[in-house]
């Protein structure tokens, strides 16, 4: 268990639906980091969020949004699904201060049917 | 922004060789590399990092190098086994006086190992 709770594990949906993937941060991270992932793809990097604020934004689509609550959990939601956003969605957690690597959690799988 | 190169994108070695799996990147301000190990189907776990003010890093059976001033550190894996089949990536992050940049990622190193 790396710290980093991610639910729900797979989800399956039709397309045009609305899903809301979750993320709980490792204890004592402030920052979340949402990365998609398809199939034989590399990480790419989709919105950061540190103590509740965005801080970085990547290649996220509009149709995609994000959030990071008081108590730290982030949401990351999807809408208007299409095939193609079917993927692994990974949410990492970071301390802010200091050298250190990202932590991850073990990922929602997503299928667009 | 930073931007990390990652070669080969795949590599494949008999069990016993050594695997190397070089990056580059471009932002000198860049401090701290990570390399991560995925499994299928499976989160990226850390395997080792270093930080500018090394030059080389150890453990067990994986080392990293850096070289600042060509921009670009390897990651060298000895005595492989099949279990080391995994896809790797490499990251650079800046450092801005304490508080973290984003890990930029590289696009990966599907290595498989042969027995």
Same mark, same amino acid.
């Given at each position: !268990? =790396?710290?980093?709770?991610?639910? @729900?594990?797979?989800?399956?949906?039709?397309?045009?639906? +609305?899903?809301?993937? +979750?993320?709980? @941060?490792?204890?004592? !991270?402030?920052?979340?980091?949402? &990365?998609?992932?398809?199939?034989?793809?590399?990480?790419?990097?989709?919105?950061?969020? &540190?103590?509740? /604020?965005? +801080?970085?934004?990547?290649?996220?689509?509009?149709?995609? =949004?994000?959030?990071?609550? @008081?108590?730290?959990?982030? /949401?990351?939601?999807?809408?208007?699904?299409?095939?193609?956003? =079917?993927?692994?969605?990974?949410?990492?957690?970071?301390?802010?201060?200091? &050298?250190?690597? &990202?932590?991850?959690? =073990?990922?929602? +799988?997503?299928?667009?049917? | 922004?930073?931007?990390?190169?990652?070669?080969?994108?795949?590599?494949?070695?008999?069990?016993?060789?050594?695997? %190397?799996?070089?990056?580059? #990147?471009? *932002?000198?301000?860049?401090?701290?590399?990570?390399?991560?190990?995925?499994?299928?189907?499976?989160?990226?776990?850390?395997?080792? *990092?270093?930080?500018?003010?090394?030059?080389?890093?150890? *453990?067990?059976?994986?080392?990293?190098?850096?070289?600042?001033?060509?921009?670009?550190?390897?990651?060298?894996?000895?005595?492989?086994?099949?279990? *080391?089949?995994?896809? #790797?990536?490499?990251?650079?992050?800046?450092?801005?006086?304490?508080?973290?940049?984003?890990?930029?990622?590289?696009?990966?190193?599907?290595?498989? %190992?042969?027995?």
């Amino acid at each position: !268990d =790396s710290g980093v709770t991610q639910t @729900p594990k797979h989800l399956i949906t039709a397309t045009g639906q +609305r899903v809301t993937l +979750r993320c709980s @941060p490792r204890s004592g !991270d402030l920052s979340v980091y949402w &990365y998609q992932q398809s199939l034989d793809q590399g990480l790419q990097f989709l919105i950061q969020y &540190y103590n509740g /604020e965005e +801080r970085a934004k990547g290649n996220i689509l509009e149709r995609f =949004s994000a959030q990071q609550f @008081p108590d730290l959990h982030s /949401e990351l939601n999807l809408s208007s699904l299409e095939l193609g956003d =079917s993927a692994l969605y990974f949410c990492a957690s970071s301390a802010q201060q200091g &050298y250190g690597g &990202y932590t991850f959690g =073990s990922g929602t +799988r997503l299928t667009v049917v | 922004g930073e931007n990390v190169e990652q070669h080969p994108s795949t590599l494949s070695v008999q069990e016993g060789d050594s695997a %190397v799996i070089k990056c580059t #990147y471009s *932002d000198s301000a860049s401090n701290y590399f990570p390399w991560y190990k995925q499994e299928l189907g499976k989160r990226p776990q850390l395997i080792i *990092d270093i930080r500018s003010n090394v030059g080389e890093k150890k *453990d067990q059976r994986i080392a990293v190098t850096l070289n600042k001033t060509a921009k670009h550190f390897s990651l060298h894996i000895t005595e492989t086994q099949p279990e *080391d089949s995994a896809v #790797y990536f490499c990251a650079a992050r800046q450092n801005y006086g304490g508080s973290q940049g984003n890990l930029i990622f590289g696009k990966g190193t599907k290595l498989s %190992v042969k027995p």
